[in-house]
Every structure is written in structure tokens, then in C-alpha cells.
């Protein structure tokens, strides 16, 4: 095998009927799209299969991204057995005849790797019992999770494993598996150009279910072409039932988000209710609502965040369907309210800076002093107290001493961070004044 990436994996059901994303399944790591960052040049799994071994892993990403696909080629091409569990059905019996089953394989001088989907299912003991068997090398695990690897799985999991974060597929990615399709079918989609934009959006990343829809659009569209709207209709008959457990969960859940950030209230309204007669829980969609009021509102509307607390509260007292009604009015504020990340922009560059700075000390004369050898040494020495200026502001420096003032927050020019932007440049002014005078 000259090229590992180039090396196919031989197909058991050519004859079989199979969905069209079964069909267009990679079989090599070459025609995988949008995981580039893992997949050539120095990325890790290029890195690792072109040495011929797989560390245990864990891929954490989105629905359809790849997961299962990858797994099953880089057994391939490092010739592993492939076996796979879905932790929503398997349990600690089940395991441990996979690791009989791999025992006797290792014996035999051939190793496995166990793909475990969803592992983030497991419970403690589920996932204590592939520790030995990892640690050995028995197994080379990959599993796959949705879920932050870091709050789903056991630190002593975590650390025998390198977790691999897949990216939600770019318009870019979905338009390649678009053509790929058009070329199997020998075909193109009968879309307009804006009906196949539409499409590449209403897929949110997820290859699998874009392909879903493909295959929906050719076979139920036999003659002329489908524009945006004619598309909406079509999709939403055909579109499979809502599952709050599987992908259509997180499809709608994105649509709702989205349009929200996108200021479409009528949109918002919209997917609200198809995941309410979904039978979603509204506690989720209002523990999403209160991202949305502290990610994409913050302050630019203040309000945001109380109102939708107390929709959320209401709720709770109300239950379905009374209180459903306080979520969709707190939703439809969400939509119409100034929209500003800063304040989600601005944690995220502090805390960065804070990694890098973490032992740094306090300037010395911001520190408290109750002790006469904290006053010797300084603490608390030139403090000035802002309410004793006359602008009730000092202009001090709070950073560490030695390093350099950050400005992390910077407020939009919409709704209340107008106020907040001009109360800044305000302070900014005074400080340059009171800096000039020392």
C-alpha cells in the first residue's frame, strides 16, 4: 500500500439497497471534508497514520461531521479490526465480550479498534471498565461524543485518551458533498441557486442530514426546479420526524439560536413551536434563551437576561401550555432586542490573557493591609479612593504591575452599550489627564 490516505475500504453490501449517504461514504482518508486541521499536513491523524499507529481518541463534535467514518478508516489503514457499540445499547456484559473477542484477536497478533458512539452515555463503572484493557493495548479506543469530553467522561478516561475536535462542515465541505451526490445520481439538484444556498444552510454543518435531504429532493422532485420556497415546503413534508435525542434536536435548535442572533422573530416563533410539537422540553429551549440573552444580547439590553429568567420562572410555576406563552413573548424580546457579543467577545480574550499572566500579582497598593509587615512591605501604600475624587473616578492602574493595560471589552454602538461606550471614553479621558499630571 503505497498511500495510506489513498487506501479503500473494501464494500460487503455493493448489492444492498442503501441511502445515498451510505453510498457516498469516504472510503479514504482523502476524501473526508472539513477536518483538514486533523487530517493533513502536520495535523495529529495525518500525523499518526502515517506512522502506522493510533493513539485511543476521542472525537467530540457535532452531529454528521464525521465521527464513524473516520474511526472506520483509520482502522483500516492501520489494519485494525473494527468493531463498534452504541453505549445507548450496550452494557458492562456486552463490553466485556468485545474484550474477550479483542484478547483473543491480540493473541493472535492483531489488535482492535473499538469505536464506542455517544460514549458520553456511559456511566462511571461503564467507562471504568475500558481502562485496563486501553492501558495495555488491548483496544485502541475512539469514541464519539456531542458532548464537552470534559464533563461527560472520567479524568482517568480522559487521560489515557487524545481528544480530536471535528468542525461543524463549512459551506464549503457541504457543497463538495453536494456535487459528490450529483455525480453519483448523474444529475443535478433541481434547485435554483438561492434554493441549493438555502439548503447548504438549512444542513447547519451536518453532512449526513444535507445528504438526507439530497436524496429526498431527487427522488420526490422528477421535473423542474425548486426555488427557496417551493424547497421550504418540500422539506418540511418529507423531513423526518423530530427525535429530541438525535440530530433534528440540535438542527432546530441551531435554527432557533440563529435566528434569534439574526434579529427574525417570526423565524424564532416558528421553530419554537416545531420543537414544542416535537415534544421538546421548554426548560431546555429557556436554558437556551438565556444564552442567547447573555451571548449574542449582553448588554447592549440589560433586560435581556432578567426577562428571560422570569419567563423561565413562570414557566415553572405556569407549566404547559400557559407558561409556554411567557417563553415565547420572552423569545420574541430576545429577536427585537440591540444585539452585541462584546461582553462574550471580551471574556474570552481575558481569560486567554489571564492564562498566560496567571502568576502575576496584584499591584501593590490595591492589596489590603491588616497586618503591620503587609504595611511595611507596601500593601495598600498610594491607594486612592475613587469616591473621594471629584469625577468619583481615580484613573489608577489595577492591572499587574509590569503589564501593559488590555482593553478587552469593547462596547457596540447599539442600544445601552452606546451609554456604556461613552461612559469608557470618558474614563479613558481622565485617566490619559491624570497620567500626564504624575
Known amino acids: 500500500m503505497n498511500n495510506l490516505f489513498d487506501a479503500a475500504i473494501p464494500n460487503e453490501t455493493e448489492k444492498a439497497p442503501r441511502p445515498l449517504a451510505d453510498l457516498l461514504r469516504p472510503k479514504s482518508l482523502s476524501d473526508v471534508v472539513g477536518q483538514d486541521h486533523l487530517l493533513t499536513g502536520e495535523g495529529p491523524l495525518a500525523r499518526m497514520v502515517e506512522q502506522g499507529r493510533i493513539a485511543s481518541l476521542i472525537f467530540w463534535g457535532p452531529p454528521g ?22 453505549a445507548v445499547f450496550t452494557g458492562v456484559a456486552d463490553l466485556r465480550k468485545v474484550f474477550e473477542s479483542a484478547l483473543h484477536r491480540r493473541r493472535m497478533g492483531r489488535g482492535t479498534l473499538l469505536f464506542v458512539d455517544e460514549i458520553h452515555r456511559f456511566n462511571k463503572s461503564q467507562q471504568d471498565a475500558f481502562l485496563p484493557y486501553v492501558e495495555d493495548g488491548t483496544i485502541t479506543l475512539v469514541g464519539a461524543t456531542t458532548e464537552n469530553p470534559s464533563f461527560e467522561l472520567n479524568a482517568a478516561l480522559l487521560s489515557r485518551c487524545q481528544v480530536m475536535v471535528l468542525n461543524r462542515l463549512d459551506e464549503a465541505a457541504l457543497e463538495t458533498l453536494l456535487r459528490r451526490a450529483e455525480k453519483e445520481v448523474n444529475r443535478p439538484l433541481p434547485l435554483t441557486p438561492e434554493a441549493r444556498v438555502t439548503l447548504v444552510n438549512m444542513a447547519d454543518g451536518d453532512g449526513r442530514y ?38 433534528s434536536h440540535y438542527n432546530l435548535i441551531s435554527a432557533l439560536h440563529k435566528s434569534v442572533r439574526g434579529s427574525d422573530a417570526d423565524a424564532a416563533l416558528y421553530w419554537f413551536c416545531r420543537m414544542l410539537d416535537g415534544g421538546e422540553d421548554p426548560r431546555y429551549v429557556a436554558r437556551r434563551m438565556v444564552r ?13 437576561l432578567s426577562l428571560t429568567i422570569a419567563a423561565w420562572e413562570t414557566y415553572e410555576r405556569l407549566g404547559s401550555p400557559e407558561g409556554e406563552l411567557a417563553l415565547a413573548q420572552a423569545l420574541i424580546y430576545l429577536a427585537t432586542a440591540p444585539k452585541s457579543n462584546s461582553s462574550y467577545m471580551a471574556y474570552g480574550a481575558a481569560k486567554a490573557v489571564a492564562k498566560e499572566t496567571g502568576s502575576l500579582m496584584p499591584p501593590k497598593h490595591i492589596l489590603n493591609a491588616p497586618t503591620k509587615l503587609m504595611k511595611d512591605i507596601g500593601y495598600g501604600r498610594g491607594y486612592d479612593y475613587d469616591h473621594d475624587t471629584e469625577e468619583g473616578f481615580s484613573g489608577q492602574n489595577y492591572f499587574p504591575d509590569g503589564m501593559a493595560r488590555e482593553r478587552f471589552y469593547q462596547p457596540v454602538e447599539r442600544g445601552f452599550e452606546r451609554d456604556i461606550k461613552k461612559r469608557l471614553e470618558y474614563w479613558q479621558k481622565l485617566r490619559e489627564e491624570k497620567g500626564s499630571k504624575e
Open 292 to 304: 442567547m440573552a447573555t451571548e449574542d444580547i449582553g448588554l447592549a439590553d440589560p433586560q435581556a
Open 210 to 247: 444535507i445528504l438526507n435531504l439530497a436524496e429526498q429532493i431527487f427522488q420526490g422532485q422528477k421535473k423542474g426546479t425548486l426555488d427557496v420556497e417551493a424547497l421550504t415546503k418540500f422539506v418540511q413534508k418529507r423531513a423526518p420526524l423530530y427525535d429530541k435525542a438525535q440530530e
Open 65 to 86: 461531521c464525521g465521527k464513524t467514518t473516520l474511526a472506520r478508516l483509520l482502522a483500516q489503514h492501520t489494519d485494525l479490526q473494527f468493531e463498534a457499540v452504541s
